[in-house]
Each structure stands twice: as C-alpha cells, then as structure tokens.
C-alpha cells in the first residue's frame, strides 16, 4: 500500500471520475460532508473520560480509524478541487504556529494565542 497522498488523491480521482461523482464533489459539498464525518468522530469520544478516550478497545479504535479515513478522504479530494497542496499548507501552518506560540511562553500552558499577550 502507497504513503503517497499524490497517489490516493489520484485513486480518489479516479473513483469520483468513474462513478460520474465530480459534479457532486464542489468545495461547498466536500466541507459539508467533512463537517458531517467530523461530527460521526466526535460521536465515538461523546462521554468518555479523559482516559476512557486514550484506551479504546479494537473494535471501537477501528470504528475511529474508519471516521478518521472518511476526514482525511474529504480533506485530500477538497483539496485537489481547490488545487491546494495539502502538506506544503499545514507545513505552512507549522511553521506559523511555531512563532504565535514559541516554547519559552507556553510550554505545558494550552491557552489561546490572543490569551499569552494578555498575561
């Protein structure tokens, strides 16, 4: 099995293509339906304690594994139709984020950005 998202991007492609779904897969829909798998994820962990949620047993971690897969599935076919490279933007994201919160600040402290300047 390939770890290259160009490579599901293009499988993903071509199974939209094949079932004549592209017409179907406009960015207004795809967060829609991202929006609604996110919501499925969240129905795994409703309830659980802090601990219950980092011990799940197998057949509920597969449930979650499959959640996550729809997710990443919305989030790499969203991003090709807005012709997004999806790893330079969250290295992107890294790297923005590493400055808003720099370790010397917040290091063990999970306040907002906004919240530090405040203190």
Same mark, same amino acid.
């Given at each position: =099995? /390939?770890? @290259? #998202?160009?490579?599901?991007?293009?499988?993903?492609?071509?199974?939209?293509?094949?079932?004549?779904?592209?017409?179907?897969? /406009?960015?207004?829909?795809?967060?829609?339906?991202?929006?609604?798998?996110?919501?499925?994820?969240?129905?795994?962990?409703?309830?659980?304690?802090?601990?219950? @949620? =980092?011990?799940?047993?197998?057949?509920? $971690? +597969?449930?979650?594994?499959?959640?996550? !897969?729809?997710?990443? #599935?919305?989030?790499?076919?969203? @991003?090709?139709?807005?012709?997004i490279n999806l790893l330079d933007a969250a290295?992107? $994201? #890294? !790297?923005?984020?590493? $400055?808003?919160?720099?370790?010397?600040?917040?290091?063990?402290?999970?306040?907002? !950005?906004? +919240?530090?300047? $405040?203190?």
């Amino acid at each position: =099995m /390939s770890d @290259s #998202i160009q490579e599901l991007n293009e499988r993903l492609l071509r199974f939209a293509r094949e079932r004549d779904w592209e017409q179907f897969h /406009s960015p207004k829909n795809l967060c829609m339906a991202l929006a609604g798998e996110t919501g499925e994820l969240l129905e795994h962990f409703q309830w659980l304690t802090e601990e219950q @949620s =980092m011990a799940l047993d197998e057949d509920k $971690k +597969e449930a979650v594994a499959l959640e996550m !897969a729809d997710i990443f #599935i919305y989030l790499v076919r969203l @991003s090709e139709r807005l012709d997004i490279n999806l790893l330079d933007a969250a290295w992107q $994201k #890294i !790297a923005i984020n590493e $400055k808003r919160y720099p370790v010397e600040q917040v290091k063990g402290d999970a306040r907002r !950005a906004e +919240e530090y300047n $405040k203190a």
